[in-house]
């Protein structure tokens, strides 16, 4: 929780917008504070490239930094990858529908046009081994891939352990409340904490 209040601490005090202001400001308006240059630094992912482009950025420009917290060995990690979203078949469906649901998701990954489709017209991660002939068209993604062929460890996300909407919810109220100056570290440790533990305890009990 140190290291997670030296990088808050570091957003809202080295940042174009007053800490006073951030629930006002949008997604949008990072994305524009960044491609106006009056930003240095935009935390995302490799799925913001076609907004950047799209407001203006030349995206051969673009370079992405692993978010350096202070915790042992983290130079040699790479970039955080991962996702919350799940291809998904409807059990419930004919099992001809279901079949037929498996042969396109199979198509979409092995076959030549499946593959340019989702890396050269959608610009997507493919961690499939099909993909190693059709390089993204999205910069940001061979960034990514660059970290992992020069031997650095790719943080894995924890969306599907976190316990709960609810959960980062309180979380999050507490990071505002603390960068208004309304409220205390200690909130922002409690709500998660001892909000991930209450909710553990829940479900396990």
Known sequence: M??????WDLYITDSVCAPTLLS???GEDATADFALGDAVFYQNGTWAYNDLVDAGMDGDSLGMLPIYIG????ENQGLCTGSENYWCVNKNASPEDIQATLDFMNWVVTSETGCKALTEEMGFVCPFKAFDSY?????????ANDYVSNGKTS????FTTM??????????SALL??????????AVVTAFVDGWAEEYAAVNN
């Open 24 to 26: 006002s400001k949008t």
């Open 155 to 158: 943080v894995a996300w924890t």
């Open 163 to 172: 316990p709960s909407e609810n959960w980062k919810n309180n979380v999050g």
């Open 177 to 186: 409340e603390y960068a208004q100056g309304t409220g205390q570290w200690d």
């Open 135 to 143: 390089p993204a068209s999205n910069p940001l993604v061979n960034i």
């Open 71 to 74: 915790a042992p060995g983290e």
């Open 2 to 7: 140190d290291n997670y209040k030296n990088i």
